[in-house]
Every structure is written in structure tokens, then in C-alpha cells.
């Protein structure tokens, strides 16, 4: 606990005015500095959340009497640049620069649990985020914004930019740290080499406690400042009672330091400040270079955030343009987009043709050619010449909004492996401290000079940094090269089922098709002409999101259908002019025999046929062989008829081929699989294959926008190239056996170095050197995945 002096504020611990408010809480009368953190503290109190004054480390923020404007966060405009839709309301997340300890976080969560309306809240106390879920039918959201703000937490929008500050305000940080570190272990290793070289006991004793005296002033700063984060973490894992890394780390290098001050005191035969700060300086080394290798991932989510343009160029009615917030779009509107310019939100191009770099969203580099009518999202980059572009989504409901909560989703989950790593270090750490205690009193009996040495060494060389980092640094690492190629992982274990999957099953249409069938032929129309058939058609199709309802896009004279229902692989009803109508297979339209067309059929029966084709990717063949290449079994199910679906297997391949398959039909294909001792990948397009993406070890969603939001997917494919299959595979395999490299490194040291040290044959600041390289090879290891393979 961080108790205020007695001049200070109780709340915020910033020092007292000359006449201080002075007010009775609990009993107890307090002095604080405003009357802001006056109400904060009576409101703590009152809620029974006081163990926050026990349990902070760091005083609170210092609390406006006058509370801030907050009207704004409850416009439209606002929220729908920044919140999106979930069950039962809304979720925001916003940014808090007063958020100063793990105290803080757990006040947050329960002080917004008692506000009227909030659903669900998570405070982070590293990141200054605060994610709130709320349902605006029964409070705006600024009623529990206010909250915050009364208890000291204004917030604030967590947009790019401010992402970006708090990254470099981190980073400055971090890098002053090791600068002085690494200046502190300079000099400390320059008096120590003065002192080491006094082999024979010759120099005077006041030269000799001047050089430690000296040494002692250059340390300290080195132990409490840059390496007060091992400190606060090793606080935070005894208050947790689990031991880490960091209680090693910590109770090491204060120990040295304590010991060494000590013995300079007292005179003493040896000091090891040296051991300290060296120490510190190559952990904190050791840590950066894992933290770039995370940056790599976190990255794209800083990218992705900032490809929103602030402004967009809105066309007037009257051909007039103005200039207005991204918030202000609304859908329908027309937004004019210059060359070299973000799209401000997704949308239909309007002019004839244009071209844009999707890069940030798919990975692939080359601009992509669109015509009139194709779908533009926001984020991609406008080449060659201006476009038109008709809103289609705003804010959060664009797919770079999705793409930007998929990767922060995909970097919160911790996968069982590294939570595995974790608890072999947690028992490393307990078993290390009993041996440690054991070695020094075998010392302490046999050879007293050398005892405490012998311990620091042992406690130094044997810290399981590298067992800690072998898992995350490679996943950082990992999820950063997926990223590169547009690929997601959104479930934690994804990446290590696909690393073992012997078979893959695709879907057809949108996945190893283009999804966009073209209508080849209308025959047998019976009491209606074509151009009524179509129309009847496309009515039904209108609202359907299977790739089928694309062919009918540009019939005119549409009707109004009402009643429509979709079937999964069967088809859709609906009534259209007052007669129910259905479109589907010959077995669902009007019970007849399958015949690989598309019916539509009245109650009166079969009315007309439909004949659709469509195209394979064009990189389908290639990518298809690579994962052959890779050992890999393929396997085709499709909803349609079987001639079409054999001769689209056979173009691709593919022997095992299955045709009319429904949701249930795939499933049960995938579990036939499996129970084989198959591992099994479902690649589909996220449209109807919920049940079986969900049934498959391992899934990955393919396509438009629509497999974005498909979260029974497990890894979900940006862009449309399927040649990042066989690459995402290659990945996998590779973060699967640099983990198993890193955990077999981090041991294998381990057991050398325990005996090592225990033997009295390794000096403290020789075991700080060693643990630190075995620290930069697990990483630099890791960061060998950061080199994407060629497609």
C-alpha cells in the first residue's frame, strides 16, 4: 500500500493547500486536497470499496472538482466511429492516463458493475484501457464515463493516434531505462575491475571504500529505477501468491544490492554491485528485443487504426463537396476519394472503374482493379485516379473496424502451451528457491567466504527467463508473419492445430470458386416468361447471403418479397405478388428429382430452371498443389448437384469429392474424418458453415466481408488469395517447431547451468551474462519467423 504523508491528500498524495479540506470518512477524519477527491474518497468508502486505499501502490490521480463535458460520447456520430453492436447493447473502449496500478483497475471494474445499465467492464492497468459494455435503453453512456471521471479516470477515445503516443511515451521510457542501466553497469564494472585486480589485499581501506562508496551511488538507481518494473512484478506475483521470473529477478538483484551495502557498511571481505546492475541491464535488453518481436504483431493493429482517415469529401446533392468528420458519414452518402487517399468507410463503387491497394487488409501489394458496382472497404488505398464511392458501413461496422477487433482478440488469448510454459516456470522457481537454500548451507558449513556468492550466482544463472519467453516470443513472432499475409488467428490454439492437420476440406462456391456464379441458361418456364422468372427470382434472393443471390444483382423492376426464409442448403421461400414461391433444389422446390439445376417452383409446381456456372480462382490449382506438396489430403464438399461438383473437383485435383452436401452433411464428414485419427482444417467462406467450422480441429473463414464476422472460424483470411493456405500451414509447422526448439534450449541450459553454478564455478556476474544470452537466443530464435515464405 502507498500510504500519503502526513502533508498529503489521502486520495491523490499530492501535497496539501493552506487550507485543507478536512472531512470525516468512516470514522476517521482525513485532509485532502479538493473537494474532487474529496467526493472520490466519500464515494469509495460509501460503495465499501475502501480496500482500494490497501491495496494501491501509487497514489490516485488527482480528481477535478469540476467534472469535464461528457454530453458528446452519447451522439451517434461518436459511437459509431468507436462502439460497436453486441447481445444486449453496446461496447466502447476508451483510454485513461489515470490508471496507475493493478488497485486501480480493480476499482474501475466495480465501481462501473454498479452503475445502472453497464453490462460488462475489464479494466487493463498496463495499457490505460478500459473496455465497458452497456445497454443505452437504459443509460447513456455517459453516466458511467461521469463515474470515472468523478473517481479521477477521464476518458478518453482509444484511437490510433493516441495508441501511437502511449507506444512512443513506452518505448522512450524503456530505452531510458537501458540507457542508464547500461551507463550503471559500465562504471560499476570499471570500479569492480579496480577492486578484482587488488589480488593481494594491497590497496588502502579508505581507496577501497571510496571505490565502493562510489559504486554504491552509481547501482542504486540502476536497482530501484530502471529495474523497478521487475520490482512492481515480482510485488504483484507474491500479492498473487504464484511465483515468476520476476520474484527471481527482484529478490536477486535487491538482495545483492542489500547485501553489498552491507558489507561496505561494515567493511566487508566482498561487494556485488556489479552482479546487480549487470543484471539488470542485459534483462532489460533481453526484454526489448522481445518486445520488438511483439511490436511486429501489435503493429498491425497501430496500422489498421490509423488507416481511417480524421475527414472525408462528401458529394452534396447538388454536385457540391464538403469537407466533414469520418463520424459525420452516414449510409447512402456519396464520399469522393483522391488518388493516394484512405477510404473513409465501406462502400459500392460508383465511376466505371478504379483501382485500389488492399495491402494492409489482404497482405497482397499489387492494387486490386474494381468496376462499377464491386465493394470497396475502408482502409484500402486509392490508385491511379479519384473514385466515387456509396457508403455502404460506417465506424464499427466496416471491415477494418472488424479486422482491428479480430487481431486485438487474437493477441488477449493466451494459448494453453503458454499457459503451460507458465506453470513449469512457477514450479521451476519453487523448486530453484528450496535448491538455493540448500546449496548455501551446504556452503555456509564448508566454505562461509564463498556461500552468499555461490547463492547469487545460483539464484542468476538459473532465472527461467528464457523458459518464460520461449512460447510468447514465438507466437509474437508468429502472429506478426500471419499478419503480413493478411491472416488472422483468432482462437488461441488455432495456430498449433493447423500446425498438425493431415487433411483440409473446402467448400466450393466462394472458397475454390470465385463466388460469383454467372446464369447460363433459364429454361422450361411454365406459365411465366423469363423476364418474369427472373424477377421472381431475384425478389426472393434479395436479402439471401448465398452467393447464388449475386447472379440475379442487375435485374430491373424488382418486387417487394415478404415471408422469406432461408434453408441451408436446400434453398429459399418467400411470397412474392401474394403467392408463395420457392427457389432451390429440385427436392425442396416441388419434390421432384435432383438434376443439378436450380428450380422455382409455385404450389402449382415447377415453373422454371435455372443454370448457373462459375469459375475457379485463378491461383486454386497452385495453392491446392502446395498443400499437397505438404503432405496434406484434400477433400471437396459443395451443396450442388453432382456433375458440377465432380467436374470442378476433377479441374482441381481433387479425388475425394461430395456433392449436395447441407451444414449437417459436412459436419458429418468432417466427424467420419476424425474418428479415423484424422486432424481435419475446414476452409469455407463463413456463409451457412457455422456448424461445421465449429466441428473441424481447425477452421479458416476465406472471402468477403461476411467471414470476417464468422467467429466459428479459428483463423480468418483477410483477402481472397488461397495461396495463404498452404503459406499459414508452412507458418504454423515452423512456430510449432521453434517452440519445441525454445523449450528444449531453455531446459537444456537450465541443467547445465543449475550444477554449474552450485559448484561455486561461476561467478555472479558470469551467470548474469548467461542467463541473458539464453534470454536473446530463445528470441532471436523466435524472430526467425518473422521472415514470411514466398507464395
Known amino acids: ?71 458528446a460520447w452519447d451522439r451517434e456520430e461518436l459511437l459509431a466511429g468507436h462502439a460497436h453492436a453486441i447481445a444486449g447493447g453496446r461496447e466502447i473502449t476508451v483510454l485513461t492516463d489515470g490508471m496507475r496500478c493493478a488497485a486501480c483497475a480493480w476499482l474501475i471494474d466495480r465501481a462501473l458493475s454498479r452503475e445502472t445499465g453497464v453490462l460488462d467492464s475489464t479494466a487493463n492497468a498496463i495499457t490505460g484501457r478500459i473496455r465497458i459494455q452497456w445497454d443505452p435503453a437504459r443509460t447513456p453512456l455517459s453516466k458511467p464515463l461521469a463515474r470515472l471521471a468523478a473517481l479521477g479516470y477521464r476518458p478518453y477515445l482509444a484511437t490510433g493516434e493516441a495508441r501511437e503516443a502511449a507506444r512512443r511515451r513506452a518505448r ?71 511465483l515468476g521470473m520476476d520474484v527471481l529477478i527482484a529478490g536477486s538483484t535487491v538482495l545483492a544490492w542489500a547485501v553489498s551495502v552491507i558489507e561496505t557498511v561494515r567493511g566487508g571481505q566482498h561487494v556485488w554491485y556489479d552482479a546487480a546492475v549487470m543484471f539488470i541491464f542485459l534483462l532489460l535488453v533481453a526484454r526489448q528485443l522481445e518486445q520488438r518481436a511483439r511490436n511486429i504483431a501489435s503493429a498491425q493493429v497501430d496500422a489498421l487504426a490509423r488507416a481511417r482517415p480524421a475527414f472525408a469529401t462528401r458529394e452534396l446533392a447538388d454536385g457540391q463537396r464538403e469537407s466533414v468528420p469520418i463520424d459525420a458519414l452516414a449510409i447512402d452518402d456519396i464520399v469522393r ?86 506453470r513449469i516456470a512457477g514450479w521451476f522457481v519453487a523448486a530453484l528457491l528450496l535448491a538455493a537454500t540448500g546449496v548455501y548451507l551446504w556452503w555456509r558449513v564448508h566454505e562461509p567466504a564463498r556461500a552468499f556468492e555461490t547463492l547469487l550466482a545460483l539464484l542468476v544463472i538459473s532465472c527461467p527467463c528464457a ?43 466462394g472458397t475454390l470458386s470465385d463466388g460469383k456464379p454467372q446464369l447460363q441458361q433459364l429454361t422450361q418456364c411454365h406459365g411465366l416468361d423469363t423476364d418474369h422468372a427472373l424477377r421472381i427470382a431475384a425478389a426472393l434472393e434479395r436479402d439471401s447471403r448465398h452467393p447464388l443471390a449475386s447472379a440475379f444483382l442487375r435485374v430491373p423492376d424488382v418486387p417487394q418479397a415478404s415471408g422469406v426464409r432461408a434453408h441451408a442448403g436446400h434453398g429459399v421461400e418467400g411470397v412474392v405478388d401474394g403467392r408463395h414461391w420457392r427457389i432451390g433444389t429440385a427436392a425442396f422446390a416441388f419434390d421432384g428429382t435432383d438434376d443439378g439445376g436450380v428450380w422455382l417452383a409455385s404450389a402449382d409446381g415447377a415453373r422454371a430452371r435455372f ?77 451457412n458453415d457455422a456448424p461445421v467450422l465449429a466441428g473441424a480441429d481447425v477452421s479458416l473463414a476465406i472471402g468477403d466481408g461476411a467471414a470476417l464476422a464468422q467467429r466459428s472460424a479459428d483463423l480468418v483470411l483477410a483477402g481472397s488469395a488461397l495461396a495463404t493456405i498452404p503459406a499459414t500451414v508452412a507458418i504454423a509447422r515452423r512456430t510449432r517447431r521453434i517452440i519445441r526448439q525454445n523449450l528444449g ?46 507464395r
Open 1 to 71: 500500500m502507498a500510504s500519503p504523508a502526513a502533508d498529503a491528500c489521502h486520495h491523490c498524495g499530492e501535497a496539501l493547500p493552506p487550507a485543507p479540506l478536512c472531512v470525516e470518512i468512516d470514522g476517521q477524519a482525513h485532509q485532502f486536497c479538493c473537494e474532487g477527491c474529496a467526493a472520490a474518497s466519500r464515494w469509495i468508502v460509501d460503495a465499501h470499496l475502501q480496500d482500494y486505499y490497501r491495496l494501491r501502490d501509487q497514489p490516485a490521480g488527482r480528481v477535478d472538482a469540476d467534472a469535464p463535458a461528457l454530453a
Open 172 to 242: 522512450n521510457r524503456d530505452l531510458l531505462r537501458i540507457g542508464l542501466a547500461g551507463i550503471g553497469a559500465m562504471q560499476a564494472m570499471m570500479f569492480a575491475e579496480a577492486l578484482y585486480l587488488d589480488t593481494r589485499g594491497q590497496m588502502p581501506l579508505p581507496t577501497r571504500d571510496f571505490f565502493r562508496w562510489i559504486t554504491f551511488m552509481v547501482s542504486t538507481p540502476v536497482v530501484f529505477w530502471a529495474g523497478w518494473p521487475f520490482i512492481v512484478g515480482a510485488w504483484n506475483e507474491l500479492r498473487g501468491r504464484r
Open 337 to 422: 476519394v483522391a488518388v493516394g487517399e484512405p477510404v473513409p468507410a465501406d462502400g459500392v463503387l460508383l465511376d466505371a472503374d478504379a483501382h485500389f491497394e488492399e495491402s494492409l487488409l489482404t497482405g497482397e501489394a499489387t492494387p486490386v482493379a474494381k468496376q462499377a458496382g464491386d465493394a470497396v472497404f475502408a482502409g484500402t488505398a486509392c490508385r491511379e485516379h479519384a473514385a466515387r464511392i456509396r457508403v455502404t458501413q460506417v465506424g464499427s461496422g466496416t471491415r477494418l473496424a472488424e479486422l482491428v477487433r479480430l487481431v486485438e482478440t487474437a493477441q488477449a488469448h493466451r494459448p494453453a502451451l503458454a499457459r503451460g510454459a507458465e
Open 467 to 509: 523458459l518464460s519467453l520461449a512460447v510468447p516470443a514465438a507466437l509474437a513472432a508468429a502472429h506478426g508473419a500471419l499478419a503480413k499475409i493478411g491472416v488472422l488467428s483468432v482462437r488461441a490454439d488455432g495456430l498449433d492445430r493447423l500446425a498438425r492437420v493431415t487433411d483440409v476440406v473446402f467448400d466450393k462456391t
Open 611 to 687: 443454370q448457373f456456372v462459375e469459375q475457379p480462382r485463378a491461383d486454386a490449382v497452385a495453392a491446392l498443389h502446395a498443400l499437397r506438396t505438404q503432405g496434406i489430403a484434400l477433400h471437396l464438399a459443395s451443396g450442388d448437384a453432382a456433375g458440377a461438383v465432380q467436374r470442378f473437383a476433377h479441374a482441381m485435383g481433387i479425388q475425394d469429392a461430395h456433392a449436395r452436401q447441407t451444414p449437417a452433411d459436412k459436419l458429418a464428414l468432417v466427424r467420419g474424418l476424425q474418428q479415423q485419427g484424422r486432424v481435419v482444417a475446414m476452409v469455407g467462406d463463413g456463409l
Open 745 to 790: 534450449w531453455a531446459l537444456g541450459y537450465n541443467l547445465l547451468a543449475l550444477p554449474l553454478a552450485a559448484s561455486g564455478h561461476v561467478t555472479p556476474w558470469l551467470a548474469a551474462l548467461g542467463m541473458a544470452l539464453s534470454s536473446l537466443a530463445v528470441t532471436a530464435n523466435a524472430l526467425r519467423l518473422t521472415r514470411v515464405p514466398r
